[in-house]
């Protein structure tokens, strides 16, 4: 069994940061991919960043040079550094893992809100 638990989000004025924190338990295979998501109101549910076990990232588009993501390896987690936010950032963030044999299942944190103001 394994779980995700994220924490971090809320209001934020836009031009403002957050930092968003998940931390994962269970049988987690030593390789994987860990990466946060975002699905806003009426729309899909789109990657934001990921980032291999090796260190390896990408980004959206949306979101480069202003988010960064990164992990700690020993305590199987991963945060996300929200820069220069917009209100186009508002959505419910969820941390995603991918983990054992191939192909990976996905396992997903329960979401936390991020809104961005003008």
């Known amino acids: 069994q394994v779980q995700l638990v994220e924490s971090g989000g809320g209001l934020v004025q836009a031009g403002g940061s957050l930092r968003l924190s998940c931390a994962a338990s269970?049988?987690?295979?030593?390789?994987?991919?860990m990466g946060w998501y975002r699905q806003a109101p009426g729309k899909q549910r789109d990657v934001v960043a990921s980032?291999?076990?090796?260190?390896?990232?990408n980004y959206a588009d949306s979101v480069k040079g202003r988010f960064t993501i990164s992990r700690d390896n020993a305590k199987n987690a991963v945060y996300l550094q929200m820069n220069s936010l917009k209100p186009e950032d508002t959505a419910v963030y969820f941390c995603?893992?991918?983990?054992?044999?191939?192909?990976?299942?996905?396992?997903w944190g329960q979401g936390t809100q991020v809104t961005v103001s003008v």
């Open positions: 980032i291999w076990t090796s260190g390896t990232t």
């Open positions: 269970g049988s987690i295979s030593s390789r994987n991919v």
């Open positions: 995603n893992l991918k983990s054992g044999p191939l192909p990976p299942r996905d396992y």
